[in-house]
Nanobody, 126 residues
Framework: VQLQASGGGLVQAGGFLRLSCAAS????????VGWFRQAPGKKREFVAA????????YLADSVKGRFTISRDNAKNTVYLQMNNLKPEDTAVYYC????????????????????WGQGTLVTVSS
């Protein structure tokens, strides 16, 4: 499975971006998918995750009410809609796919993921 993250860029505080994670492989529709981010000088952290069907989603407290995650299995793509962006959202965002944690709280853990995309940079100016 290859993952391609896109949609990052420079935006002013209060603005919005939509990240996409496009995947190869027909089995992608059976995988749990997550978004993580890493700010300069900080550890990578969980942002959002979605189970294989899209019926369950998980969000970090820091993004609840501002970010939503969704997926279109027909297009092998997962989206991260980011609204009301803040300077502290500045980071490289990575998408990842899990073949084992297809649903549930395991999706919040990095170790659950088998495949990672290359990352897309989001910069939020104040």
């Amino acid at each position: 499975v290859q993952l391609q993250a896109s949609g990052g860029g420079l935006v002013q505080a209060g603005g919005f971006l939509r990240l996409s994670c496009a995947a190869s492989g027909r089995a992608f529709s059976t995988y749990g998918v997550g978004w993580f981010r890493q700010a300069p000088g900080k550890k990578r952290e969980f942002v959002a995750a979605i189970n294989w069907s899209g019926g369950s989603t998980y969000l970090a407290d820091s993004v609840k009410g501002r970010f939503t995650i969704s997926r279109d299995n027909a297009k092998n793509t997962v989206y991260l809609q980011m609204n009301n962006l803040k300077p502290e959202d500045t980071a490289v965002y990575y998408c990842a796919a899990s073949t084992t944690s297809t649903t549930g709280w395991g999706l919040l853990r990095e170790v659950s993921y088998d495949y990672w995309g290359q990352g897309t940079l989001v910069t939020v100016s104040s």
